[in-house]
């Protein structure tokens, strides 16, 4: 793996500067477990007949930041990027036409359209979209949220860059 270049979140930062440190430090996470590798190794899945693999988790994250930011938080209607109603977990079904190149831009992309309709948010401000009980979520619950999913994922990933090419940590 490349050099750790994340930055460590804040020791005595303030609530929101904590979540979205925690928030970016865990997406600088998956972008380096991915860093270094070519698109067939980040094709490659764990362990098959799971079809997981690092791209695909890059796939699933970038669904997972569209969905609770612009699609919940926002609520924009947008559908998603890789998953149809035929095939709703598209994101990890890959072909030799998925690469990093791609699937890294749109990921990034939602990160940054995440982080534009956050920045206009207030953590006690409530979501367009509702819970299945149908109640909204505030901004507080979704950062707490996507920081146990991308801690989840980079678990995942862990274990699959290990896999990969013998390279570990966190």
């Known amino acids: 793996m490349t050099t750790d270049e994340r930055s460590e979140p804040a020791l005595t930062a303030?609530?929101?500067p904590m979540l979205e440190g925690w928030l970016d430090y865990h997406r600088d996470t998956l972008a380096l477990k991915c860093a270094g590798l070519t698109d067939a190794q980040l094709r490659e899945a764990s362990v098959p007949p799971s079809?997981?693999?690092l791209l695909g988790l890059v796939r699933h994250m970038a669904e997972v930041e569209r969905g609770w930011f612009r699609e919940v938080l926002a609520g924009e209607d947008v559908k998603a990027v890789y998953g149809t109603d035929e095939d709703?977990?598209?994101e990890?079904?890959?072909t030799e036409a998925d690469t990093w190149e791609k699937d890294g831009a749109i990921w990034r992309e939602e990160i940054a359209r995440a982080r534009e309709i956050a920045a206009n948010v207030g953590l006690d401000d409530l979501s367009v979209g509702l819970s299945r009980k149908g109640e909204p979520y505030n901004l507080r619950w979704i950062y707490t949220h996507m920081i146990e999913e991308y801690a989840r994922h980079n678990g995942h990933a862990d274990l699959v860059r290990e896999r990969i090419d013998g390279a570990t940590g966190d």
């Open 92 to 94: 990890f079904h890959l």
């Open 51 to 53: 079809e997981l693999s």
């Open 88 to 90: 709703p977990d598209g």
């Open 14 to 16: 303030a609530e929101r």
